[in-house]
């Protein structure tokens, strides 16, 4: 069973513009969470999103959206990118239908890096 | 907004040497989840708890979930360099598993 894959491994960008990360579910899994890890240490809530909506969001401003399309796969865009944008994003995947006890399965993440 | 303090944050400690990372909230969780991070790639679940009071053990890694459902304990016995890594907690809050909060996290270095 393949993983969650996420591309591009790393990317670097310079202030002001637009970044596009994306990311690839587990098979069967609908939901997509989308997590910000700045120092190497906790994870920050960005998104998540369930059979193709927006279920949660976290305290991030604006410029960080994303979409999940009809294969459940999904994309974080940050627009008019922030040097504290410089970040490890994280994508995981959960079978929603486990409810709470789902576990959270976690891509290796896109390494942004805004100069 | 549920908070998950993780203490200490960074441990250094030598080989064959026991330690407990504490994660603590002022709020209630249905479920309490540990995860382990090695550079490079991304956090794997290592246990779930979910009963207060719970117990559970993964070789010589020990959880405990706290009776109260607001922290939890993760013991290690005779850490080995492989244990290194940052540990997180994450909890679940009642009603949901939608929006999971992570705990500040540990790193761990087991000096050979």
């Known amino acids: 069973e393949a993983g969650v894959t996420q591309s591009p491994t790393h990317l670097i960008k310079t202030r002001g513009q637009q970044a596009t990360l994306r990311c690839s579910p587990i098979?069967?899994?609908?939901?997509v969470y989308w997590y910000q890890q700045a120092l190497g240490l906790g994870l920050q809530f960005l998104l998540w999103y369930d059979e193709g909506e927006e279920r949660n969001r976290g305290n991030f401003p604006p410029r960080f959206s994303g979409r999940q399309f009809p294969n459940y796969s999904s994309e974080l865009n940050v627009n008019a990118l922030e040097l504290e944008d410089s970040a490890l994003y994280l994508c995981?995947?959960?079978?929603?239908?486990?409810?709470?006890?789902?576990?959270?399965?976690f891509g290796n993440g896109t390494r942004l890096t805004v100069t | 907004t549920q908070l998950l303090e993780q203490s200490p944050q960074f441990l250094s400690i030598q080989e064959g040497e026991n330690l407990t990372v504490y994660c603590n909230s002022s709020?209630?969780?249905?479920?309490l989840q540990w995860y382990r991070q090695e550079p490079g790639e991304g956090p794997v679940l290592l246990v779930t708890v979910v009963t207060g009071g719970e117990v559970k053990k993964l070789k010589r890694l020990t959880f405990q979930f706290g009776d109260a459902r607001k922290d939890s304990s993760l013991h290690i016995t005779a850490a080995q360099p492989g244990d290194t890594g940052l540990y997180l907690c994450?909890?679940?809050?009642?009603?949901?598993?939608?929006?999971?909060?992570f705990g500040t996290g540990t790193k761990l270095q087991v000096i050979p």
């Open positions: 098979s069967g899994h609908t939901s």
């Open positions: 709020s209630v969780f249905s479920s």
């Open positions: 995981a995947s959960s079978w929603a239908g486990q409810g709470y006890n789902s576990p959270l399965h």
């Open positions: 994450a909890g679940a809050p009642p009603g949901g598993y939608q929006k999971v909060t």
